[in-house]
């Protein structure tokens, strides 16, 4: 009479006996993935008051800068604790890299995208912002830098609270390729592509904000807000006030 109860308490015991392992080998998994992600994203090293950060930066892939003649944008950023230090440059393939050097003159981060990536992105086609950005934490404060189209005059980030941060907006621009490579597209990419400039002129922003620890599901993001020279105001949404 106790068989059929026992089996089905061990069956209950090796069920939960492999969802933990599953469990287990999922956790090893998102921490390898985490690690690997972090390394490709982030550049580590220390720099000396007078060595160029740039020279750091691997020279490999999307993110290599020239070897000369660099179109770059620098960019500092009072902090409440320490300054940032953003350069936005034009690598050896085209794309825009926006470089984070933050005040103990580490470099940080790096992000790269493509021109036709912006170009095409609706952040760019309707309000100006560029898709690529980067967006660093330290002392309780977050970094947000990246680019908006030359004729932006004026950008304003606002987080979830209602509060208004002006961004620092630079004076130097730098042209990105527009590279479309048609054979790759689908009809409706072709169609999108057609209607896209050849090259992107671009100047760099950079504004300091607070920011909440750990990551609240469905947190309000930031919003945009870029004065146009022709006086118009668009906006569009940044990245979770959280995170």
């Excluded at 469990?23 to 490709?40: I, N």
């Excluded at 982030?42 to 000396?48: F, I, N, P």
């Excluded at 892939?61 to 940032?84: F, K, N």
Aim: aromatic share 4%; glycine share 10%; with cysteine.
């Amino acid at each position: 009479m106790n068989d059929p109860v026992l089996a089905a308490i061990g069956d209950d015991l090796q069920r939960a006996v492999r969802r933990r392992a599953v469990r287990r080998r999922r956790r090893r998994l998102a921490l390898t993935v985490a690690a690997c992600t972090a390394a490709l994203a982030t550049v580590t090293g220390a720099v000396a008051g007078d060595v160029d950060p740039l020279t750091l930066v691997p020279d490999f892939g999307a993110m290599a800068p020239p070897a000369h003649d660099v179109q770059r944008i620098d960019l500092t950023v009072d902090g409440r604790a320490d300054p940032w230090h953003v350069i936005l440059y034009r690598s050896q393939q085209g794309a825009l890299c926006v470089l984070q050097v933050p005040g103990d003159r580490r470099v940080r981060g790096i992000g790269c995208g493509a021109g036709f990536a912006i170009a095409s992105d609706p952040g760019m086609r309707r309000a100006g912002l560029a898709s690529i950005g980067f967006f660093g934490s330290a002392h309780g404060r977050r970094l947000i830098a990246g680019a908006v189209a030359a004729d932006v005059e004026r950008v304003v980030l606002t987080d979830g609270t209602g509060r208004r941060y002006p961004a620092t907006l630079s004076s130097q621009t730098i042209a990105i390729p527009v590279i479309v490579e048609r054979h790759a597209l689908t009809p409706s990419g072709r169609r999108l592509a057609a209607d896209l400039p050849r090259r992107l002129v671009l100047r760099g922003y950079a504004a300091e904000l607070p920011w909440s620890r750990g990551r609240v599901l469905g947190a309000p993001r930031v919003r945009f807000q870029l004065h146009r020279a022709d006086g118009t105001v668009r906006t569009a949404a940044g990245p979770p006030t959280s995170g």
